[in-house]
T-cell receptor, first 116, second 113 residues
Framework: AQSVTQLDSHVSVSEGTPVLLRCNYSSSYSPSLFWYVQHPNKGLQLLLK??????LVKGINGFEAEFKKSETSFHLTKPSAHMSDAAEYFC??????????????FGTGTRLQVTL | DGGITQSPKYLFRKEGQNVTLSCEQN?????MYWYRQDPGQGLRLIYYSQIVNDFQKGDIAEGYSVSREKKESFPLTVTSAQKNPTAFYLC????????????FGPGTRLTVT
């Protein structure tokens, strides 16, 4: 069975300061991992994905994440927060199923607040 | 402009009524999914479909039904048997097994009173 733990339900940073959103995972397989962002009352947008290539993954809007197998972590970072980054962020692990579908297991989310 | 559309954005129903949520994609994706999102929780899988005329139950299928008559469309019916239907519903699709990420629609917020 696979699972994802997002270690902080809420993170608050000042605009221009670094962002760190923490995620630990558990998977029986060599996992695929994702970060998605959700703005209020919107769908989820894929920020970045790790699929066993480079361990440092760069995504959209200046975000990146590092896959650390020894620590079973996939933390999301950004050097400098912008007001538009305020949203809910989900760490997700994928379990490939037979056929064409994939099963995603979602963390409970981290709400990022950015203050002036 | 490719993507996933869900309609309507907001839906209100009385208890005891069935309601159908629409999901359409023009990404030519084989697999489609329905999720439910409640406050403070991650997404939970309701149903998924890998090909036309085939679908499988997810983790919380009770009180829901789906159909997949066309590759582009995967409507979800919330039946009166669903005990707590008020939630945000998200539809997603994915290309194939080699690309596990899913792409999401904008969601439908259903309120049942």
């Amino acid at each position: 069975a696979q699972s994802v733990t997002q270690l902080d339900s809420h993170v608050s940073v000042s605009e221009g300061t670094p962002v760190l959103l923490r995620c630990n995972y558990s998977s029986s397989y060599s996992p695929s991992l994702f970060w998605y962002v959700q703005h209020p009352n919107k769908g989820l947008q894929l920020l970045l994905k790790y699929t066993s290539a480079a361990t440092l993954v760069k995504g959209i809007n200046g975000f990146e994440a590092e896959f650390k197998k020894s620590e079973t972590s996939f933390h999301l970072t950004k050097p400098s927060a912008h007001m538009s980054d305020a949203a809910e962020y989900f760490c997700v692990v994928s379990d490939p199923m037979t056929g064409t579908a994939s099963k995603l297991t979602f963390g409970t989310g981290t709400r990022l607040q950015v203050t002036l | 402009d490719g993507g996933i559309t869900q309609s309507p954005k907001y839906l209100f129903r009385k208890e005891g009524q069935n309601v159908t949520l629409s999901c359409e994609q023009n990404l030519n994706h084989d697999a489609m999914y329905w999720y439910r999102q409640d406050p403070g929780q991650g997404l939970r899988l309701i149903y998924y479909s890998q090909i036309v005329n085939d679908f499988q139950k997810g983790d919380i299928a009770e009180g829901y039904s789906v159909s997949r008559e066309k590759k582009e469309s995967f409507p979800l019916t919330v039946t009166s048997a669903q005990k707590n239907p008020t939630a945000f519903y998200l539809c997603a699709s994915s290309r194939d097994r080699g690309a596990y990420e899913q792409y999401f629609g904008p969601g439908t917020r259903l309120t049942v009173t």
